[in-house]
């Protein structure tokens, strides 16, 4: 009966880690048409002195980049294009997905290995 609460462990960590991680990546196209692209929910701004900055639902409103500084913010962010040195996306990371489905995979492997030993004492 012990194998039974291992599966279902296990298939809850499979669901979580098949949400996807998200990962910034940085566009080479300008930031004028990727903002004309849909589906974009958030942006990394860098600034000309490094600074980074995030615009969640970001839309362009004449030269500037206008959005929210979180994903829940009600206040408005404007951001000018002129200030804008690279811009990023959020995209879903396969390869950091499968690393951490394969390490919770690992995880409960050891953990039901463990638990197995122990069944002797």
């Given at each position: 009966m012990r194998a039974v609460p291992g599966r279902m462990a296990a298939m809850m960590a499979l669901a979580l880690a098949g949400t996807g991680c998200r990962a910034w990546h940085v566009e080479s196209v300008p930031p004028k048409?990727?903002?004309?692209?849909?589906?974009?929910?958030?942006?990394?701004?860098?600034?000309?002195?490094?600074?980074?900055?995030?615009?969640?639902?970001?839309?362009?409103?004449?030269?500037?980049i206008v959005g929210h500084p979180t994903e829940r913010a009600i206040a408005r962010l404007v951001m000018p294009l002129a200030q804008v040195e690279t811009i990023a996306i959020r995209k879903k990371s396969v390869g950091r997905t499968l690393l951490i489905g394969f390490g919770i995979i690992g995880a409960i492997t050891v953990y039901a290995l463990l638990q197995e030993l122990n069944q002797g004492y």
């Open positions: 048409e990727l903002l004309r692209q849909p589906g974009v929910e958030a942006v990394r701004v860098t600034r000309f002195d490094k600074s980074k900055v995030e615009i969640w639902d970001p839309t362009l409103q004449g030269d500037s």
